[in-house]
């Protein structure tokens, strides 16, 4: 079962930065955040993870607490396509059948 | 970029019938995934498949259902005798155990249709 918690929905300007908000209290200390979208009905895609330190890449930032109980996922400025159902996933960082639990996710409506 | 595909994007069938739901994954990955996310819920892993054997697999992966490697591209799901109840989305996607952060590719879907 997922061990994260999400907002069921949002809205964001076009334009403006998205905040999307996950909570993972039972998070262990080789757990990673691992964030993935799921744009309409399309496969999920890799956005984002990390352990404790903030990261950023070309589609994201994500911020995790000091007590990594919590995590951000930031998209700077929204576009239409962000439109999406975002994922907050913890798992361990190795290969092999780490498989994916997914739940119900962020719906993210990006407003003209 | 290399991508995952599946074939056929829609299958329509009747209960009871057997579908073979196909996948090529990338070609270099080692690991292979099924999942399925049926109409308005969320996405449900069902099987893991790694050195031509099944690593781990759900409740929901029963003697239904069963995966394949036939051949040194192609990583099949069949469904020996279709219900109501599997109708979903079902999504391939594969892994590269050498490269970091170990994300697994999705593959766009077959969207499986039992009447």
């Known amino acids: 079962d997922a061990k994260t918690t999400q907002p069921p929905s949002m809205d964001c300007a076009e334009g403006r930065a998205a905040n999307l908000p996950c909570n993972h209290s039972t998070i262990s200390g080789n757990e990673y955040v691992y964030w993935y979208r799921q744009i309409h009905s399309q496969g999920p895609q890799y956005i984002i993870h990390?352990?404790?330190n903030n990261e950023t890449n070309e589609m994201a930032s994500l911020i995790i607490t000091e007590d990594r109980k919590s995590s951000t996922l930031i998209l700077p400025h929204a576009t239409l396509r962000d439109t999406a159902v975002y994922y907050c996933?913890?798992?361990?960082?190795?290969?092999?059948?780490?498989?994916?639990?997914f739940g119900t996710g962020t719906r993210l409506t990006v407003i003209p | 970029e290399p991508e995952v595909t599946q074939t056929p994007s829609h299958q329509v069938t009747q209960m009871g019938q057997e579908v073979i739901l196909r996948c090529v994954p990338i070609s270099n990955h080692l690991y292979f995934y099924w999942y399925r996310q049926i109409l308005g819920q969320k996405v449900e892993f069902l099987v893991s498949f790694y050195n031509n054997e099944i690593s781990e697999k759900s409740e929901i992966f029963d003697d239904q259902f069963s995966v394949e490697r036939p051949d040194g591209s192609n990583f099949t799901l069949k469904i020996r005798s279709t219900k109501l109840e599997d109708s979903a989305m079902y999504f391939c996607a594969s892994l590269s155990p050498g490269q970091r952060p170990y994300e697994q590719y999705f593959g766009p879907g077959t969207r499986l249709t039992v009447t």
């Open positions: 990390g352990l404790k």
């Open positions: 996933i913890v798992r361990a960082l190795a290969p092999g059948a780490n498989n994916l639990f």
